[in-house]
């Protein structure tokens, strides 16, 4: 299975702050790569798809980049409602794993 | 718009099986797949499975295999994950979610968007 490790695993940040999440996939996956939000008792939300395009409805704030192996998820600037847990996918190759998750603090 | 709900939150204990569905609504079934993901208390997603809701071929998570079956019913749009021979380790959200209805999918079609979620609690 390809492992998908995010970096950090928990961070704190204030409003108005630059964030990048980064994902390393353990071999190529392509551009099958997508961000997921999760607020605490909620539905995972999808930020981003194949790597780089913007969810309908996601505040342009949220971009994403990358490919092969490398990807990152950034926050131009960071809002009280961002503050949750982002989790990255690869579904390029079988089975699609998820990485273990960045907890996104406030400061 | 583009809706998955979910059946009701089960208790089962261990031995038991479960069934939960996935009714959906707002586009053509056919058109796509679905994906089964799951969350245990306080752990992060895991993916337990895929079936073409157009002819209903599968693929299961090497981890259930001979414990999950995906199944599908066109004619009322709605998908069933069925888990057998339930343990502890099985209490978790279980979620569906829309996903391509093949591996060439483009990247667009998969992961978007996710039914409400059912709790799971194995118990005895």
């Known amino acids: 299975d390809i492992q998908m490790t995010q970096s950090p695993s928990a961070m704190s940040a204030s409003v108005g702050d630059r964030v990048t999440i980064t994902c390393r996939a353990s071999q190529g996956i392509s551009n099958y790569l997508a961000w997921f939000q999760q607020k605490p008792g909620k539905v995972p939300k999808r930020l981003i798809y194949?790597?780089?395009s913007l969810q309908s409805g996601v505040p342009s704030r949220f971009s994403g980049s990358g490919s092969g192996t490398e990807f990152t998820l950034t926050i131009s600037s960071l809002q009280p409602e961002d503050f949750a847990t982002y989790y990255c996918l690869q579904h390029n190759t079988y089975p699609p794993t998820f990485g273990q998750g960045t907890r996104l603090e406030i400061k | 718009q583009v809706q998955l709900v979910q059946s009701g939150a089960e208790v089962k204990k261990p031995g038991a099986s479960v069934k939960v569905s996935c009714k959906s609504s707002?586009?053509?079934?056919?058109?796509?797949?679905f994906v089964w993901v799951r969350q245990a208390p306080g752990q992060g997603l895991e993916w337990m499975g895929w079936i073409n809701a157009y002819n209903g071929n599968t693929n299961y998570a090497q981890n259930l295999e001979g414990r999950v079956t995906m199944t599908r019913d066109t004619s009322t749009s709605t998908v069933y994950m069925e888990l057998r021979s339930l343990k502890s380790d099985d209490t978790a959200v279980y979620y569906c979610?829309?996903?391509?209805?093949?591996?060439?999918?483009?990247?667009?079609?998969?992961?978007?968007?996710w039914g409400q979620g059912t709790l799971l609690t194995v118990s005895s």
């Open positions: 194949g790597a780089s």
């Open positions: 707002g586009y053509t079934f056919t058109d796509y797949g």
């Open positions: 979610v829309r996903g391509g209805g093949y591996s060439t999918s483009p990247p667009g079609d998969w992961f978007d968007p």
